[in-house]
């Protein structure tokens, strides 16, 4: 079951489903979005116990899930959901879910989630009356199109639930854009790989696949803003000294080469 992988598309997801219930899988089939997000279906015996995405959970999170027309999947079998959250059979949880993208689409709900890029739009793009907060304010100041919800969360002190609202009704009002994160290229990853692996061993090709799963990302998602995230993820793994010093000379000879302003 661990062999089970490949891209999704329109359609992928729910078919996925009742093909991994009728295998009875126990395990998670994970996720990810180009823009860097990732989703989660806990498997038990054949039945969904528990779905998670950014922000939202169970019936809401395969909602959000089914729109993804676009990303990678592979399966985890034994692994262990986190919580139940869900009671329902895989036919009738598809047609809840559902029922929340149709209901979510007729009310113009925003793409917006805490990894989600904006950009504020130029000026004479906007309207000539225009109500905000003064928390809308504050908001607009920091979307440059390069740092996210959530790094605007940690560098603000806000919390990312607060400024999802803020941001959304931004977006609502046409006063911003979304933006798709600049990624590391995969040249970037092979070659920490390859550093991570010539200080701990074949291990730690095992280690980088961890730390970018943590992250809710892979070799092809990795936004240019969770380097550093990862990079001290990693370094949390080396527990011996010289092995720290090692890693940190290397990496610092990698972001210069490939141009990543510590």
Not at 181 to 196: M, N
Not at 222 to 236: F, K, N, R, S, T
């Amino acid at each position: 079951m661990n062999a089970l992988q490949g891209q999704i598309d329109e359609g992928v997801l729910a078919n996925l489903l009742q093909y991994l219930a009728l295998d009875q899988a126990s395990g998670c089939l994970i996720l990810r979005h180009p823009r860097g997000a990732q989703g989660d279906v806990f498997f038990a015996g054949g039945k969904v116990v528990h779905v998670q995405a950014p922000g939202r959970s169970g019936v809401l999170a395969l909602s959000e899930l089914l729109t993804w027309i676009e990303g990678t999947f592979h399966f985890r079998s034994g692994v262990a959901a986190p919580q139940n959250s869900i009671r329902l059979s895989v036919e009738s949880l598809l047609l809840e879910a559902s029922y929340q993208v149709d209901e979510a689409r007729r009310s113009g709900s925003d793409p917006i989630d805490e990894r989600s890029v904006l950009r504020s739009k130029p000026l004479e793009q906007h309207r000539s009356t225009v109500a905000m907060t003064l928390r809308a304010v504050h908001l607009l100041r920091h979307l440059d199109g390069t740092l996210s919800i959530a790094e605007i969360s940690n560098r603000t002190g806000a919390s990312v639930e607060e400024l999802l609202v803020v941001a959304k009704e931004l977006h609502r009002q046409e006063l911003v854009e979304l933006m798709t994160p600049q990624v590391v290229g995969r040249d970037f990853i092979e070659a920490l790989e390859r550093t991570v692996i010539d200080i701990m061993g074949p291990i730690g090709e095992i280690v980088l696949d961890d730390a970018l799963y943590d992250l809710g990302v892979n070799a092809e998602t990795l936004p240019i803003g969770a380097v550093d995230e990862l990079v001290q993820a990693l370094a949390a793994q080396l527990r011996r000294e010289d092995w720290r010093r090692d890693f940190q000379e290397r990496i610092r000879r990698l972001r210069e080469r490939f141009d990543l302003a510590d």
